[in-house]
């Protein structure tokens, strides 16, 4: 896992480098709210739940002092990570952990999970598709819709890149979504994945009768899928169902993203059809906001404008 997370911090460089080549070194844009003073502090815990038969692994975070029941974030990592998302440069936190913890110090609960077939959750990772992470989701929430811990009237998801995807999939239906905040999610995912895969590879896994094909990443790793994943990317559609929820919406992508590309115009699909309160935040950033970089600074910004809109809206 360190050698493919290695990977992935050249392949992000190297892609910040070529993008900036094209448009020109932007300006730090200015305006974001600090981080905000902690009230609570954050104590986690892992716990399971099943979903089809295999059990999902999650990481409970709830701010020590505050009061039961919480206000809820339900937490959905993306493509190829684990709940605890990618490390930041320069600390010992990760995209995940530093979230889940600023967010224990405002008042918040959330569970953030490995979906099946990622991290200690059970399945294999070649069976993965949006359909079963998006199955993953929904029995995450009908967890947290049974604990007496949780203020079911105040539950948020949070989706990072794919699981950005999956939030947006999932939330129209699922009534107990009070609010929505997705970074970095993946709108067209047709285009992303063939962007990321090639055209070749996109063909292969649509033909490959159920079995796994493998894939070289554009970062030097190589990943097994098999044909339900390559379908799903002509069977979801984030953007209509996005077209479906009424309710609260942010969205936070960095103009610099070279993997959901271009922005802000992939971001802003999801407000050209949403209904309802809602907001594009634009950072000068990269698609996981600069952590392989300068460490924390353009994810804190993100996360501050999160806060602030759960603040808000939950």
Known sequence: MKGVRMQQKKWFAA????GLSLVGVALSQTGFAPLPAAKYSATE???????????IVGTWTIPTGATAPYKTVLMLHGFLSTRQELPIN???ETMFSRTARVLAEQGYATLRIDFRGSGESEGAWADTTFSSQMSDARAALAFLNKQASVDTKKIAVLGMS???????SIAATERSVRSLVLWSPVSAPAQTFTNMFGSAAITSG???NGQAITIKLPWGAETQLKTGFFEDLFKINPVAE???YSRPLLVVVGKKDTTVAPQPLSGQLFLNYHRGDEKIVVLDADHVFDIFGTGPERLDEGVSES???LEKTL
């Not at 892609?15 to 070529?18: F, H, N, Q």
């Not at 399971?48 to 295999?54: K, L, T």
């Not at 794919?162 to 947006?168: E, I, K, T, W, Y």
């Open 15 to 18: 892609s910040l480098l070529a």
């Open 45 to 55: 815990s892992v716990v399971n739940f099943s979903n089809q038969g295999q059990k």
């Open 90 to 92: 320069n600390t010992k």
């Open 162 to 168: 794919q699981g950005g995807l999956v939030a947006a």
């Open 206 to 208: 649509l033909a490959s």
């Open 242 to 244: 996005i077209a479906l």
């Open 307 to 309: 806060v602030n809109w």
